[in-house]
């Protein structure tokens, strides 16, 4: 299932409007964290045209998301989230 929820983020990105892509890289990055950076790397890839940013904000956005994913994964893992 979790490489089924991967392959189907990095299609969504291709097919589906930014939203959705970001909702279903945001919902994968609580089993596989690295999902959010890849699909960052592949729509920064995809849509890349040098006269429309200087940043690679997908990617950017995707990495944020991937170090929080490891955050939270690593604090739940020491159980200092546990109510």
Not at 33 to 40: D, R
């Amino acid at each position: 299932m979790r490489g089924a929820l991967t392959v189907l983020t990095l299609i969504s990105v291709v097919f589906f409007p930014w939203p959705f892509a970001a909702l279903l890289a945001l919902v994968c990055a609580f089993t596989e964290p690295l999902v959010p950076l890849a699909a960052g790397l592949f729509a920064d890839t995809l849509y890349y045209a040098p006269q429309a940013h200087t940043l690679p904000l997908a990617t950017l956005c995707g990495a944020l998301v991937t170090a929080a994913a490891f955050f939270v994964r690593s604090r739940l893992r020491a159980g200092t989230m546990r109510g």
